[in-house]
T-cell receptor, first 114, second 111 residues
């Protein structure tokens, strides 16, 4: 069953803590992405990675970090430096350079800071 | 700042109605275009790509007007299950998939 998985589905964090959100895909996609969605807002790009061991900042990278050690995995760490981390976090993957370059999304993680 | 603009709605329509959503984008060099559907508290899912010649998928028709930088989605014979938020999405660079998302248009279909 091919797809993108994210865990956990819900995550609660105390202020000052770092947390890591998991994203795994078995679609053999080269590129992976992290977005944040706030109520009534469009998705905003946090980080993206086109290939293993390489990643780029998106529009709102401050307070976040990522790694891409394996093609299948692209974890996102929300650090204590992120001032307003409560949001819905979405991971996506795609194969750029194809005619459709469509992104497919995982089910998301809802992070709440207590 | 490159933007994608949509009417947030909600659009309230009865079952069986035809409804159209519009979207404008600011970057004239944009390369590819999509409509995604997002159900409440779920991830976005690709509804359809939008091609220059216009394209249809069942009850859904998408059109692109590059001169006016305008994308549309037409839904015919609305079903209750069409109730969702529809996201207009633009890719600004060919073969390099960083997407710009509109905030979405909410559709509510009532019995």
């Amino acid at each position: 069953d091919g797809g993108i998985t994210q865990s956990p589905k819900y995550l609660f964090r105390k202020e000052g803590q770092n947390v890591t959100l998991s994203c795994e895909q078995n679609l053999n996609h080269d590129a992976m992405y992290w977005y944040r969605q706030d109520p009534g807002q469009g998705l905003r790009l946090i980080y993206y990675s086109q290939i293993v061991n390489d990643f780029q900042k998106g529009d709102i990278a401050e307070g976040y970090s990522v790694s891409r050690e394996k093609k299948e995995s692209f974890p996102l760490t929300v650090t204590s430096a992120q001032k307003n981390p409560t949001a819905f976090y979405l991971c996506a993957s795609s194969t750029p350079g194809t005619s459709t370059d469509t992104q497919y999304f995982g089910p998301g993680t809802r992070l709440t800071v207590l | 700042r490159k933007e994608v603009e949509q009417d947030p709605g909600p659009f309230n329509v009865p079952e069986g109605a035809t409804v159209a959503f519009n979207c404008t984008y600011s970057n004239s060099a944009s390369q590819s275009f999509f409509w995604y559907r997002q159900d409440c508290r779920k991830e976005p899912k690709l509804l359809m790509s939008v091609y220059s010649s216009g394209n249809e998928d069942g009850r859904f028709t998408a059109q692109l007007n590059r001169a006016s930088q305008y994308i549309s989605l037409l839904i015919r014979d609305s079903k209750l299950s069409d109730s969702a938020t529809y996201l207009c999405v633009v890719n600004e660079r060919a073969g390099y998939s960083t997407l710009t998302f509109g905030k979405g248009t909410m559709l509510l279909v009532s019995p």
